[in-house]
């Protein structure tokens, strides 16, 4: 089989007095992600689904929130090395989609940046990324602004052999 696919999830807390980090982009709001890491929701189930899709279990895994190593990470080095992980299996990412839930702040004007941002750490085409913004619908946890959530699927190609 030269195809595989995967699916991430991930959810973190809002806080005051932490900035907004999603797909590798410092976003303007009052409140950010509260985690171990930068808390980049989409960054990390983006590499949930990559780990995903070769069955190779989940970032926790990789990058335990015990390991004081991993305070404050920029989740950017983080998908960087689960990028070369998949690549030294001899796989490389077909393309990308997501959805951040998200009832505040608006993430449209910020998309194309996210796209570029992954693009550039991935060694892959914007136009590889789909990222889709939603609200909850003021539903639940999400829904009152006490978190940040994102899905994400990936495809997943064997490389060519030259
Ligand atoms: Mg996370």
Known sequence: MNIRIGNGYDVHRLQTGRKLILG???IPHTKGLLGHSDADALTHAIMDAMLGALSLGDIGLYFPPSDPKWAGADSQVLLAQVNQLIGEKGWQIGNIDSVVIAEQPKLKPHIQTM???LSTTLHIQPDQIGIKATTHEK???LGREEG???HAVVLLQMQ???
Do not use: E, Y
């Open 148 to 150: 940040i959530a994102a």
């Open 24 to 26: 590798g982009v410092d």
């Open 115 to 117: 796209r570029d941002r």
């Open 139 to 141: 539903l639940g946890p």
């Open 160 to 162: 060519l052999t030259k």
